[in-house]
C-alpha cells in the first residue's frame, strides 16, 4: 500500500543523504521525495511516498525516527490529509486543438503559460491520481514532462 | 597539569580538541599519526592527561578502543588522519555499530578550501561511514569544536550506544577561539530514552505469572545497560531458564543451574529446544537476529513474546513482539521486579518444564572426546577455563575458535566477554585485547584466535610491546579457516576452495621477532603446562601455538533457514 510519510529533520548538510541512504540501505521503496524549508528556519521538511505492508511502514517510520538528525515522523496517510503535486507539460502549439485549449483554460487546476517559441508550458497542481488523468490526456502531445513529488499535510 | 581556564582566552582548535577529550574525562586515544591531524598530535604531545597510544594500522586503533569499552564503563576513543586512515578505520567502526560499542572516532579532514577537490589524502568520510555510525559531524567552524565533541559523546554513550565519526578539517585546529566545554548537551532532534508504558509493564507481568513454559532470551542489551545483576536477580526470583546471546555472554553466570547456554546457530540443543517449545519468551536487550532466529516463520511457534530494548526499531523488525516494552533495559526490570517480586507475587510451577528442558540437556551437545594424540580445540578452551576460573578477560577472533569460547567458558560475570558478533570481524581479538588490557591493567586478558583470524591485524604484536601488554593469545592453530571448511565440508561435499592455510609462519618465532615469548604445544598433555607457564609471565605477551585437530566441527550447528527444533547434533 502507498504511504506518505512527513519528516521534519534538521537542516544540517547531509540530513538528505541520511534519510536517502538509509531507504536504499534498508531496501525501502522509495517512490517520490521532496524536501524544502520548513516553519522553523533550522529544520527543513520531507515528503516520502513509499509503499509497503504495515511492518515495512512501522520498521520505516523507526528507523526514521532513530536517524539523529530527525526531529519527528509522520504517516500521514491513515488519517485525512491533503496531498499535492506539481507537473509542467510542454506541447507544441501546433499539436493543440481550439477545443483542447478551451478545457485547459476553464479547468482551475491548470495555468498556461506562454513561451517565446512555438511551444505553450501547461502547469498543473492537484492529487497524483488527477495529476496521471491529466497527463494520460496530454501524453500523445507532450514534449516534455516534469513533475514534482508529493507533499502533503494532514486536515482534521 | 591542570591549569585553570580563562573563558576569554583564545586557543587553536587543536588545544580545544585536547581540552575537550580531558574535560569528557578521556585518558587514553588509540590511533596513528598523519598530515591532516599533525596539529593536534602536536598539541597532544605538549600535555600528559591525555595518553596516546600507537596502534600499526587504524583497524587496529578502532578494535582497541572497542575492546577498552566493552570492558570498561568508558567509551573508546579514536584519532586518525584523513584519507586512508579514515578508510583503514571504517572495519572497526562498521564493527562497533553491529555490536552496539560506544567509540568516538576522530578522523582528519583536508583543509575546508580544499575539501570536494580530489586533494591529497582526501576522501569524504561523512559520506562513507555515514551508514556504519550512529551518527557523525563534520566540524566546519572552530567555534563548533567543544559542543560538536560533546554531542559526539552524548550519542555514542546513551540510549543504544554506537560508534560517532566527527571530521575535522586541518584548519580547524588552526583557527583561534574560546574554550567552554558545555556540562551536558540536549538536542530536540535525539532523545534517547522513552518512558516505559505501565501498561506494558503490567501486560508483561501478568504473562510472566501465567506462563508454563518461559525463557529469557537475554542479549548484549543487558550488559551495554549495566543491568546484568538486576536481570539475574529476576531470574533467580522466578527461577525461569535464561540463554544468552553471543554478545549477551556473563549477563548471567554461566555456570549458575538456570542457565542453559547460549542459543542460535551453534547454541546448546536445551537453549534451542526451549526457544522452539516455550510458550513464553523474554526477549531483553536482544535483537533476534538471523543466527539466532533460523527460520523465522518456526520460530517458537507457540510463544508469546516480550521484547525490552531502548531501540524502537529492534522491535517487531525480526519477529513480532507482542508485548513490547520500549526503554532501558535495567528500568524495564526494575519495573517488572516491582510488579511481581516486590509484591511477592510467585509464578506457577514450572518443574515439568525444568524436566524438558534436563532431559534435553543430557544430549550434552557441547561435548567432545579429547583423546591422547592430537589436542581437540575445545580441550583448550575447557582447560582455560578451569585454569583462570572463569574469570579472565576472553577476547576472540572471528570462526570455530570463537563459537568454541562462547560455548565452552562459562562467563560469569559481564564485560569479560569481548567478541565481534554482528560484523564478524577476523582480526579483532589481538587489537581489541589490548584495548581490555589497558582498561584492565592488573587483569589476566586472553586472546582466542586461530591461525587465520590472527594474521589480520598481526602487526598489533609492535603495539603490545612498546607498551608492555601482557595478553596470552591462545591460538587454535588447525591449518585450515576453520568455520569455512566446515561450512564446505557440510554444504560443498567437502571442496575446500581457498580454505587451507598454506605458507604459515613459524608463530613462536614471529613472537619472538616481536619481542614477545612463543611455545608451541602439539600433545594434549601440554596444555595446563603451556597455558600455567604463560598465565605466569606476568609482564610478557605469550602466544602459544597450539597444533590442534585439522577437522573438528562446531556442533550443534542449525544450517541457515532451519527451524530450531533442526539441529544437526554431530
Known amino acids: 500500500m502507498r504511504h506518505i510519510i512527513s519528516v521534519l529533520l534538521e537542516n544540517e548538510s547531509g540530513a538528505l543523504s541520511r534519510v536517502a541512504g538509509l531507504f536504499s540501505a534498508r ?54 490529509h491533503i496531498e499535492r503535486e506539481i507537473a509542467f507539460v510542454k506541447i507544441k502549439d501546433k499539436s493543440i486543438s481550439k477545443e483542447m485549449m478551451d478545457k485547459f483554460s476553464k479547468n482551475e487546476f491548470l495555468k498556461i503559460h506562454t513561451t517565446n517559441s512555438d511551444e505553450i508550458i501547461i502547469e498543473c497542481v492537484d492529487s497524483p491520481e488527477k495529476i496521471n488523468n491529466f497527463l494520460d490526456s496530454v501524453k500523445k502531445i507532450a514534449v516534455k514532462i516534469v513533475r514534482s513529488g508529493s507533499v502533503g499535510i494532514n486536515s482534521n | 597539569m591542570k591549569q585553570t581556564i580563562d573563558n576569554k582566552q583564545k586557543y587553536t582548535g587543536a588545544e580545544i580538541f585536547v581540552k575537550c577529550l580531558e574535560a569528557e574525562g578521556i585518558d587514553l586515544v588509540f590511533g596513528y599519526p598523519g598530515g591532516a591531524v599533525l596539529h593536534i598530535y602536536d598539541e597532544l604531545h605538549k600535555q600528559n592527561d591525555v595518553s596516546h597510544i600507537l596502534v600499526r594500522h587504524e583497524q587496529g586503533a578502532v578494535h582497541a578502543a572497542e575492546g577498552y569499552a566493552k570492558s570498561s564503563d568508558k567509551p573508546g576513543v579514536v584519532l586518525v588522519t584523513s584519507g586512508p586512515g579514515a578508510t583503514n578505520a571504517i572495519t572497526g567502526i562498521a564493527d562497533a555499530y553491529m555490536d552496539s560499542v560506544p567509540i568516538v572516532v576522530f578522523t582528519g579532514q583536508v583543509r575546508t578550501a580544499l575539501i570536494g577537490n580530489d586533494a591529497f589524502q582526501e576522501v569524504d568520510t561523512v559520506g562513507i561511514t555515514r551508514p556504519c555510525v550512529k551518527h557523525n559531524f563534520m566540524i566546519t567552524d572552530v567555534s563548533k569544536m567543544a559542543e560538536t565533541i560533546k554531542k559526539a559523546f552524548y550519542v555514542a554513550t546513551t540510549g543504544r550506544p554506537g560508534p560517532v565519526v566527527v571530521d575535522i578539517p586541518k584548519d580547524i585546529t588552526e583557527d583561534k577561539y574560546e574554550f567552554n566545554y558545555p556540562s551536558k548537551v540536549s538536542m530536540r532532534s535525539y532523545n534517547p530514552y522513552t518512558d516505559i508504558s505501565d501498561e506494558s509493564l503490567e501486560l508483561a ?41 553471543l554478545m549477551g555472554l556473563g549477563c548471567f553466570p554461566g555456570n549458575d543451574p538456570q542457565f542453559i547456554q547460549m542459543l542460535g546457530m551453534h547454541g546448546s540443543y536445551e537453549a534451542n529446544m526451549a526457544m522452539h517449545d516455550c510458550d513464553l519468551l523474554i526477549a531483553v536487550g536482544a535483537r533476534f537476529d538471523d543466527r539466532i532466529t533460523g527460520r523465522l516463520d518456526k520460530f517458537s511457534p507457540d510463544a508469546k513474546i516480550i521484547h525490552i530494548d531502548v531501540d524502537p526499531s529492534s522491535i517487531s523488525k525480526n519477529i513480532k513482539a507482542h508485548i513490547p516494552i520500549i526503554g532501558d533495559v535495567k528500568a524495564a526490570i526494575n519495573g517488572l521486579t516491582k510488579k511481581i517480586v516486590e509484591k511477592k507475587l510467585k509464578p506457577n510451577n514450572i518443574d515439568e518444564w525444568w524436566n524438558n528442558i534436563n532431559e534435553w540437556r543430557k544430549k550434552d551437545s557441547f561435548r567432545y572426546k579429547q583423546g591422547s594424540e592430537i589436542i581437540k580445540p575445545q580441550y583448550v578452551i575447557d582447560r582455560l577455563y578451569e585454569i583462570t576460573k572463569g574469570d579472565a578477560f576472553i577476547t576472540s577472533d572471528v570462526g570455530q575458535h570463537q563459537m568454541w569460547a562462547a560455548q565452552l567458558y562459562k562467563f560469569k560475570k559481564p564485560k569479560r566477554w569481548i567478541n565481534s558478533g554482528g560484523l564478524g570481524t577476523m582480526g579483532f581479538g589481538l587489537p581489541s585485547a589490548m584495548g581490555t588490557q589497558f582498561a584492565n ?40 579457516m576453520g568455520m569455512v571448511r566446515q561450512w564446505q565440508e557440510f554444504f560443498y561435499e567437502k571442496r575446500y576452495a581457498m580454505s587451507y592455510m598454506d ?26 603446562a603451556a597455558i600455567l607457564e604463560a598465565i605466569k609471565q606476568k609482564d610478557r605477551l605469550v602466544f602459544i601455538d597450539f597444533i590442534t585437530d585439522q577437522e573438528e566441527n562446531v556442533f550443534p550447528m542449525i544450517a541457515t533457514g532451519a527451524a530450531h527444533n533442526k539441529m544437526i547434533l554431530s
Open chain 2, 441 to 480: 591493567p592488573n587483569s589476566l586478558v586472553c586472546c582466542v584466535t586461530g591461525e587465520a583470524s590472527i594474521q589480520m591485524c598481526i602487526q598489533e604484536l609492535s603495539t603490545c610491546l612498546q607498551y608492555g601488554l601482557p595478553i596470552k593469545i591462545i591460538n587454535l592453530n588447525n591449518r585450515y
Open chain 2, 503 to 528: 605458507a604459515l609462519p613459524n608463530f613462536v618465532k614471529l613472537a619472538e621477532s616481536f619481542g614477545h615469548i612463543g611455545y608451541k604445544v602439539e600433545k594434549p598433555s601440554d596444555v595446563d
Open chain 2, 205 to 245: 507481568a501478568k504473562n510472566i505469572l501465567s506462563c508454563k513454559k518461559p525463557v529469557i532470551y537475554a542479549g548484549g542489551g543487558v550488559i551495554n545497560s549495566n543491568a546484568s545483576k538486576e536481570l539475574t536477580e529476576f531470574a533467580k526470583y522466578l527461577n525461569f531458564p535464561v540463554t544468552n546471546t
Open chain 1, 27 to 80: 531496501s525501502f521503496n522509495i517512490e517520490s521525495l521532496s524536501v524544502a524549508p520548513s516553519e522553523d528556519e533550522s529544520a527543513s521538511r520531507m515528503t516520502i511516498v513509499t509503499s509497503g505492508n504495515d511492518d515495512v511502514i512501522e520498521q520505516i517510520v523507526k528507523q526514521l525516527d532513530k536517524l539523529v538528525d530527525v526531529i519527528e515522523v509522520s504517516e500521514i496517510t491513515s488519517d485525512e
